[in-house]
């Protein structure tokens, strides 16, 4: 172990943890950059993180377990998928890579939790990682963070248009219209999802959504269905939005739906994967 201290900022290739990265460039200019790659993200993500790296300017460090991946760890838990309440995906897929990157140095982690977030986050513990959130320490709100991507050039990953976090792209945390929009936009990306799901001769099925399997997903009565509730989210929200001048300044049309989405959700993703 050395004297020195590391600096981590973790990316995930979403619009937060790249905030954070571009506000603390300048802060701390011997950070280094980390990426932990479960080898399931979506298309778009690298592409972004390969425009990030550019602007950065320095080259972020992509932390992937070769030997054990996803498969590894599904058939080590007995082909239970990962969930809210059993999220072995994170441990294994973000966390442990981190872990084995940082060793026994002293480092500081970076995290981006806003400060309208009302979240902990799943970290590690390890106690020569010190945690920090610059975002909550700052005052910085959703709002700060689309000034900071706009005024960067870097604006928002692609995937933004129909998906509102980054991650695995079978991620458990999707809302079911990004389940949709996962079908419709990476077909060959769904159907390996498909294919993870289970059912056993007992009828104990294994889905990503827990009363939901992708095969009714994608009938088209419940496709329909999906896409017009969505809609009927999107209607409300754009009447609250209406209603709050300083939203309608400062976000866009798809900030402010993603905002919204993120807010129905009933239960927080990890930070290693937001
Ligand atoms: S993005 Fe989702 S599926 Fe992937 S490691 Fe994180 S919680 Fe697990």
Same mark, same amino acid.
Not at 238 to 247: E, F, H, T, V
Not at 258 to 263: D, F, N, P, V, Y
């Given at each position: 172990?050395?004297?020195?201290?590391?600096?981590?900022?973790?990316?995930?290739?979403?619009?937060?943890?790249?905030?954070?990265?571009?506000?603390?460039?300048?802060?701390?200019?011997?950070?280094?950059?980390?990426?932990?790659?479960?080898?399931?993200?979506?298309?778009?993500?690298?592409?972004?993180?390969?425009?990030?790296?550019?602007?950065?300017?320095?080259?972020?460090?992509?932390?992937?377990?070769?030997?054990?991946?996803?498969?590894?760890?599904?058939?080590?838990?007995?082909?239970?998928?990962?969930?809210?309440?059993?999220?072995? $995906?994170?441990?294994?897929?973000?966390?442990?890579?981190?872990?084995?990157?940082?060793?026994?140095?002293?480092?500081?982690?970076?995290?981006?939790?806003?400060?309208?977030?009302?979240?902990?986050?799943?970290?590690?513990?390890?106690?020569?990682?010190?945690?920090?959130?610059?975002?909550?320490?700052?005052?910085?709100?959703?709002?700060?963070?689309?000034?900071?991507?706009?005024?960067?050039?870097?604006?928002?990953?692609?995937?933004?248009?129909?998906?509102?976090?980054?991650?695995?792209?079978?991620?458990?945390?999707?809302?079911?219209?990004?389940?949709?929009?996962?079908?419709?936009?990476?077909?060959?990306?769904?159907?390996?999802?498909?294919?993870?799901?289970?059912?056993?001769?007992?009828?104990?099925?294994?889905?990503?959504?827990?009363?939901?399997?992708?095969?009714?997903?994608?009938?088209?009565?419940?496709?329909?269905?999906?896409?017009?509730?969505?809609?009927?989210?999107?209607?409300?929200?754009?009447?609250?939005?209406?209603?709050?001048?300083?939203?309608?300044?400062?976000?866009?049309?798809?900030?402010?739906?993603?905002?919204?989405?993120?807010?129905?959700?009933?239960?927080?993703? $990890?930070?290693?994967?937001?």
């Amino acid at each position: 172990m050395s004297d020195r201290v590391r600096h981590i900022i973790s990316l995930s290739g979403g619009k937060d943890s790249t905030a954070l990265a571009i506000f603390l460039r300048d802060q701390i200019p011997d950070a280094e950059y980390i990426f932990c790659d479960t080898r399931n993200e979506l298309p778009e993500t690298y592409e972004y993180l390969d425009r990030v790296e550019a602007y950065l300017g320095k080259p972020i460090l992509r932390l992937v377990d070769q030997r054990r991946d996803f498969d590894h760890w599904l058939d080590i838990y007995g082909g239970y998928l990962p969930s809210s309440r059993m999220r072995w $995906c994170t441990k294994h897929l973000k966390l442990q890579p981190f872990e084995k990157h940082v060793g026994d140095d002293t480092v500081v982690s970076y995290i981006a939790i806003r400060a309208d977030e009302d979240r902990a986050g799943y970290l590690s513990t390890k106690p020569n990682i010190t945690t920090r959130y610059p975002f909550k320490e700052d005052g910085i709100t959703r709002a700060d963070v689309h000034k900071i991507l706009i005024e960067s050039g870097l604006g928002y990953p692609s995937y933004y248009s129909w998906r509102s976090r980054s991650g695995c792209y079978f991620c458990f945390f999707q809302q079911r219209i990004e389940w949709v929009g996962l079908m419709e936009r990476h077909k060959d990306l769904f159907e390996k999802a498909v294919s993870y799901e289970k059912t056993l001769a007992d009828g104990k099925r294994f889905t990503w959504i827990p009363d939901l399997s992708l095969q009714e997903l994608r009938n088209d009565g419940k496709t329909a269905e999906i896409k017009t509730e969505h809609q009927k989210r999107m209607a409300l929200e754009r009447g609250r939005r209406r209603k709050n001048a300083a939203l309608v300044d400062v976000l866009d049309d798809d900030e402010a739906f993603w905002g919204m989405l993120e807010a129905y959700q009933t239960e927080s993703p $990890c930070v290693a994967c937001k």
